[in-house]
């Protein structure tokens, strides 16, 4: 038995690929072909667009697959939602789908948009979004490069943003969210009720876990005296409790923790302050609780 693996093919491809070999699979993506080989003779993995996932996923296609939630409401797709994977293109954050018009533009909230045109990709959420806020606005399907339609007669935009800088960077000024999105690992119903695939499914998502929080982490160890103990461990934030173990040099123990790598820089020097000696930071692959 073998489980069809889909990889969002795209924005995601290279972090989701990235991912999947800090979690232990090696997955290779051949030129112009749609089936990645994988070092996992218990998965075949294929090639889709995150926009089509859940329809792949819904119909049985495949059995499993990576996509966006956005694209998941956007296709109605009747999927089991299986773990949610915070990630995405540059960072392991969420995406906003964001209301968008030119900065010269007089509109200021969404009502100013009745009547007006919106090109988006998102346009079955962009019409619930608009429902929901009494506005009745022309909305149009955009191939990409959305960015673009305000100068050929779009008043708005409706585009996913990490940071909303490629939107500034084209002239535009955000006005409203219409959604937030996060990367899902869905399943089709009927496979999600095979137990090998169940099991397989649920190994594979506790790995990828494991990597998406080793992402923000490092590890640290150093030696310190005993005098200096505590004050070291008091600076540590970590996981649970650092390890501590003594040396064989007497009055010497090693301290080694997990902490998150955005404070390392600030931790560092206060450690060496407080008298840890060989410090040594390392990068991980896996973080499991």
């Not at 996992?40 to 990576?66: K, N, P, T």
């Amino acid at each position: 038995m073998k489980l069809k693996l889909g990889i969002p093919k795209g924005s995601l491809q290279d972090i989701t690929v990235k991912l999947f070999k800090k979690a232990g699979f090696n997955i290779t993506v051949h030129p112009r072909s749609y089936f990645p080989s994988i070092d996992d003779g218990e998965i075949e993995a294929v090639l889709f667009r995150a926009q089509e996932m859940s329809r792949y996923v819904e119909s049985g296609i495949i059995d499993c697959g990576i996509t966006g939630y956005d694209w998941i409401l956007e296709n109605g797709s009747r999927v089991a939602k299986v773990s949610e994977l915070i990630y995405a293109k540059q960072s392991l954050k969420p995406v906003k789908w964001v209301l968008a018009v030119p900065e010269g533009s007089p509109v200021k909230r969404v009502r100013d948009l009745k009547g007006k045109k919106i090109a988006t990709e998102l346009v079955r959420v962009t019409g619930e979004y608009l429902a929901r806020k009494k506005v009745k606005s022309e909305v149009e399907f955009s191939w990409g490069a959305t960015e673009v339609k305000t100068r050929m007669g779009v008043q708005a935009i409706v585009e996913v943003t990490e940071t909303g800088a490629s939107l500034r960077a084209n002239g535009l000024r955000i006005i409203d969210t219409v959604c937030e999105s996060t990367t899902m690992f869905i399943a089709n119903k009927k496979a999600w009720q095979n137990a090998w695939k169940k099991k397989k499914i649920e190994k594979i998502i506790m790995l990828l876990k494991g990597a998406i929080m080793a992402e923000q982490k490092v590890g640290l160890k150093m030696n310190v005296q005993k005098r200096n103990l505590e004050r070291v461990i008091r600076i540590l934030p970590a996981i649970k409790r650092p390890t501590v173990s003594t040396l064989s040099e007497k009055g010497w123990f090693d301290i080694d923790t997990i902490i998150d790598e955005e404070v390392v820089k600030e931790i560092i020097p206060a450690l060496k302050k407080a008298g840890a000696s060989g410090i040594i930071e390392y990068p991980l692959n896996k973080v499991i609780y």
